[in-house]
């Protein structure tokens, strides 16, 4: 069964801090995928990684970063947190493309 | 990328009966569908492949209508316990790997 692991479930910031979410998948996929969920909006696509330093733009990439030194961990950093960045924050992976994504816990994040 | 689309419901059943979804995509190229359920607060989970032919896991059946675009899940004998968010998914083929959500269907079972 595919492990995906994220750091935290629950995490509480101060605007302006800068924030680290963590992931980590214990399967050896090459995908892996940062989301945001919000009501009424669908998850959205913040950043994916295909491989080991390689980083994609999604779909609301703006105030966040992400980095993958290692095959099994791919971190979302929000660079000055700010409070429309409070929301239910998705790690995924995927190996090949024809595959479903496996989803970690979440992390429900709010900025004060 | 293309849209993936659903109707949001709420769709309101009572226990023992059967509910069918639908879901569009605008992309001819699609290659891979899913379903996936995800309980309030929670991760989305897999629910089920869908293959061409169609395909049946117990009270769950999916279907895809590659001519129409559209994939169906339909549910049978309702439990309480499948009153959830139900979320389709679709991959598309070439370039970099992307699936696209819709933004999920909401099933209310009652008693």
């Known amino acids: 069964d595919v492990k995906v692991t994220q750091s935290s479930r629950y995490l509480v910031k101060r605007t302006g801090e800068k924030v680290f979410l963590e992931c980590v998948q214990d399967?050896?996929?090459?995908?892996m995928f940062w989301y945001r969920q919000d009501p009424g909006l669908g998850l959205r696509l913040i950043y994916f990684?295909?491989?080991?330093?390689?980083?994609e733009k999604g779909d609301i990439p703006e105030g966040y970063s992400v980095s993958r030194e290692k095959k099994e961990r791919f971190s979302l950093i929000l660079e000055s947190a700010s409070t429309n960045q409070t929301s239910m924050y998705l790690c995924?992976?995927?190996?090949?493309?024809?595959?479903?994504?496996?989803f970690g816990d979440g992390t429900r994040l709010s900025i004060l | 990328r293309k849209e993936v689309e659903q109707d949001p419901g709420p769709f309101n059943v009572p226990e023992g009966a059967t509910v069918a979804f639908n879901c569009t995509y605008s992309?001819?190229?699609?290659?891979?569908f899913f379903w996936y359920r995800q309980d309030c607060r929670k991760e989305p989970k897999l629910l089920m492949s869908v293959y061409s032919s169609g395909n049946e896991d117990g009270r769950f059946t999916a279907q895809l209508n590659r001519a129409s675009q559209y994939i169906s899940l339909l549910i049978r004998d309702s439990k309480l316990s499948d009153s959830a968010t139900y979320l389709c998914v679709v991959n598309s083929a070439g370039g970099s790997y992307i699936p696209t959500f819709g933004r999920g269907t909401s099933l209310i079972v009652h008693p």
């Open positions: 995924a992976t995927t190996g090949s493309g024809d595959q479903p994504q496996h």
């Open positions: 992309n001819s190229a699609s290659q891979s």
């Open positions: 399967m050896d996929h090459e995908n």
């Open positions: 990684s295909y491989d080991v330093k390689m980083k």
